[in-house]
Nanobody, 128 residues
Framework: QVQLVESGGDLVQPGGSLRLACTASSFKLDYYATAWFRQAPGKEREGVAYISSSGAIEMYADSVKGRFAITRDISKNFLYLQMTNLAPEDTAVYYC?????????????????????WGQGTQVTVSS
């Protein structure tokens, strides 16, 4: 059974940094296109960052460009989301997701229905 497990969520002050991690049981993350999504209370789940299975393509939501980076450690089978200069509007539950497509069409990377596997989420709260 495919499982994704996120970790690293925390309470952080505005301007701070945080790194989220996601690992998978029973499959190699670099065989799949993977992404980070987030969902704030009362809002729809939104795509934050994406990386293709080859690692050659990365996509980011406009709201996080230049602040967030999606990376992988293939040897450890981990996916990361490095977040810097965090703001209160970044507060949300963050999810990692994996698609059986090796490469999701660029126009669809941030659509949740493209991803078959999801983690349980990790809470990020940005507040002073």
């Amino acid at each position: 059974q495919v499982q994704l497990v996120e970790s690293g969520g925390d309470l952080v002050q505005p301007g701070g940094s945080l790194r989220l991690a996601c690992t998978a049981s029973s499959f190699k993350l670099d065989y799949y296109a993977t992404a980070w999504f987030r969902q704030a209370p009362g809002k729809e789940r939104e795509g934050v960052a994406y990386i293709s299975s080859s690692g050659a393509i990365e996509m980011y939501a406009d709201s996080v460009k230049g602040r967030f980076a999606i990376t992988r450690d293939i040897s450890k089978n981990f996916l990361y989301l490095q977040m810097t200069n965090l703001a209160p509007e970044d507060t949300a539950v963050y999810y990692c997701a994996a698609s059986t497509w090796s490469r999701v069409p660029n126009s669809r990377w941030n659509q949740a229905d493209v991803y078959e596997y999801w983690g349980q989420g990790t809470q990020v709260t940005v507040s002073s």
